[in-house]
């Protein structure tokens, strides 16, 4: 325990628990302190001036991060015929109907992004309480119910990140790896504030994007200033 609070200590020397940083000296600042053995995940979190009960202040959306996720990512599809053969063309790790419903209810889940044609959706909402619970529930608002399930395919496996809004108004996603050169992580940010920018709900009020903080997995918060990384106008 105490080698883990020196190196979070140290970690933390020199970061300004109040200041608000530019985006890029942030970035600087979270892979300078990254020193997990393993390749950690680049995190940003952004605090949102709406109340999610309420229906009319939900936020939820898709980025497609320019320079990918760094992820592997596992794909299931719910797609018969022709669109089956489109998934598993386009690298879809599991594709499937009533044998992927049956897989699913005998409580194995192998994927990270499931996906299906709008006439699966019978099918797949008998899965609704096992699959929504996990952020996993095919959706059109963000992309997941599709004809298109080449295109859902790649984005998912490209770097597509999906976002929800918490109960306390957060929203957080992995948006990179450290190793990523900042320059890319940089984009990767601002593409993922600008979706969530343009995700902005009627019922919101006064200020949309109130506070902005990255991370890295092991690492501590930075907070950001959100004008430097806000590229959209519906902040």
Not at 48 to 64: E, K, S
Request: aromatic content about 4%; glycine content about 12%; some cysteine.
């Amino acid at each position: 325990m105490a080698q883990t609070g020196k190196r979070i200590r140290s970690a933390r020397e020199g970061i300004a628990v109040t200041k608000l940083y530019p985006l890029a000296e942030a970035v600087k600042l979270i892979k300078e302190r990254a020193k997990a053995k393993f390749d950690e995940t680049f995190e940003v979190s952004m605090n949102l001036g709406v109340d999610p009960r309420h229906a009319d202040q939900m936020v939820r959306g898709v980025c497609n991060l320019p320079n990918g996720s760094g992820r592997t990512v596992r794909v299931a599809v719910f797609a018969r015929g022709p669109k089956a053969d489109e998934a598993r063309a386009a690298g879809a790790d599991i594709v499937g109907a009533e044998d992927l419903l049956e897989t699913i209810q005998g409580g194995t889940i192998d994927f990270d992004r499931c996906i299906a044609t709008p006439d699966m959706m019978p099918l797949v909402g008998r899965l609704g309480k096992v699959l929504g619970p996990r952020g996993l529930m095919p959706n059109p608002k963000v992309g997941t119910v599709t004809m298109d399930v080449k295109g859902a395919v790649a984005g998912a496996k490209g770097g597509s990140v999906e976002f929800r809004v918490e109960k306390a108004g957060i929203v957080h996603a992995g948006i990179g790896k450290v190793s990523f050169d900042e320059q890319k992580i940089v984009e990767n940010i601002r593409a993922f504030a600008d979706a969530v920018a343009k995700a902005k709900p009627a019922g919101a009020k006064g200020t949309y994007i109130q506070r902005i903080a990255v991370s890295s997995t092991m690492g501590p918060g930075v907070k950001v200033d959100p004008s430097s990384v806000l590229v959209s106008a519906g902040a």
